[in-house]
């Protein structure tokens, strides 16, 4: 039974090697398209993160009416802090609230020398834990009569949002959209390796071979032509990120990015992965046809 | 043996039957010719006992099992106990002899033990054991058919089937290929040998069915060719 897989293992190798230039080509066909699925889903992953970002940053503020005495706030406090999606909710009093525009206003903060008393009202500020329910929550919020007036960033909120979806189903579909590109190309590859051997499987099928005994050293050779071509994409990516973030790091510092030992060790076992089960997918492609004997 | 019932067989997009009302019994251990004139049938009749076809209507028996009753995943395991010989020999050029015949048993995932045992005795009977590791491309078509013969015998089927077997030989080897295959017969295993060779049929004196149209016009004991 071993001997057997090593000899299967042996003529993928064999078919791969015997049509050099050829399966030269593809390889690099291959790797160029994992190369770039990987690239996709690198993009994919920082736009995924700065996205997050973007969205963790959407916060509630709630002002409240004035009047509320201390019990009847503490007891608002704790229904926000009930209602699904709030993370966390904090007071700040109107004496905190003019501090921080005071803070936010820098130099121009003489316009506030010009007031006799503080304008501002009392506050919530309702951070999110599930940044998609900011609309939801903020309804509900405003709802409170001891609430007089919600602010949330209305309609850059839902821009964001849908902003955010939009790069996550285009990441996804542009993936997707590779890893069958990548499928097509093996399963060429591989069909053409049938092909040189077609006289030969017919003889086999007439002498008694099973569909797996006939397959299995072309599903072999898919896997390994992707997995070798999964391993030249993920070293590529990996020096390309390397030398990207390093840039990054030291010309754009506030962008966020993943970090490459962070993201490469998953990235790179995936891509082998991927490649080995994409090989895998294409070589049973190209070979059903041939089978019907 | 081998059981027709009632075949017709029509091949997709023809309307004329190939094989036509074909009832045919062939007892273990028999040797039987099926002549006829181009076109009768005859390849499709033997492509029905090793499935590489299957019968419009009608059974086809072979060794007790109804071959149109088997699956898919079956008919390599089916195919496993018969030996078939074809007119081209069908060998792999870029292969050596042994490996030739070795591959009908790689197929069945033999233990190299078995495959070093076999596949000696195998070419030993046919005579090409001193051309073990000659390329089949490499040899004469007599030679080529010998090893043909070998990977059908080397796992010891019961039923042997030879489609003009002697169709591209020159008389000589065309003899020695069917002395080969009446030494399996003595054996002990059936054949059967679809044929063009006249001399042959005559010489030998075996059972023959003559085939016209698809149909069986002649089942004789002890028969010959019959035709000009
Ligand atoms: N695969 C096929 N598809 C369609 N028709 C076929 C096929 N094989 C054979 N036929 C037809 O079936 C009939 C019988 O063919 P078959 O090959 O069985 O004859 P044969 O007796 O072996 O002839 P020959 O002596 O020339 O080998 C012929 O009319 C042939 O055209
Ligand atoms: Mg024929």
Known sequence: MLRSWAQALRQAVQSITRSGLMSLASLATVSVSLLVLAVVACVAVNLNLMARELESQLEIRAFLRDGVNPAARQALIEQIQALEGVRSVTFISKEEGLAMMRERLGEQRWILEELEENPLPDSLKIELADPHQVVAVAEKVAAFPQVEKVRYGQGVAEKLLAVTRAIRIAGLAMVLLLMVATVFTLANTIRLAVEARRREIAIMKLVGATDWFIRRPFVMAGILLGMVGAALAAGLVYMGYQYLVRFLVTNLPFVPVAPPAELMQPLGSGLLALGALLGMVGSWISLRRYLRV | ?228
Request: glycine share 8%; hydrophobic share 40%.
């Open chain 2, 1 to 228: 043996m081998v059981r027709f019932v009632n075949v017709t067989k029509i091949y997709p997009g023809q309307t004329k039957p190939s094989l036509q009302g074909i009832n045919l019994e062939i007892d273990r251990g028999e040797f039987v010719f099926i002549v006829g004139p181009s076109g009768a049938g005859k390849s499709t009749l033997t492509r029905l006992i090793y499935r590489e076809e299957l019968p419009t209507s009608g059974q086809v028996w072979v060794g007790g099992i109804n071959v149109a009753k088997l699956k898919r995943s079956q008919v390599p395991y089916f195919r496993r106990t018969l030996g078939v010989v074809f007119q081209d020999f069908k060998l792999l050029p870029d292969r050596t002899v042994f490996e030739n015949v070795a591959f009908a048993l790689e197929v069945t995932d033999a233990s190299r033990r078995e495959i070093l045992r076999r596949v000696p005795a195998a070419l030993e009977l046919v005579g090409m054991r001193d051309k073990a590791n000659q390329r089949a491309q490499e040899l004469s078509g007599g030679e080529q058919q010998r090893v043909a013969v070998a990977r059908a015998i080397v796992r010891n089927p019961s039923l042997v089937i030879a489609d003009e077997p002697t169709g591209n030989l020159d008389p000589e080897n065309a003899w020695q290929i069917m002395r080969l295959l009446l030494n399996i017969n003595q054996m002990g295993t059936t054949v059967i040998v679809a044929t063009h060779a006249r001399e042959m049929v005559d010489a030998l004196r075996k059972r023959v069915v003559a085939l016209e149209n698809g149909t069986i016009v002649r089942d004789e004991e002890r028969g010959v060719y019959g035709y000009a």
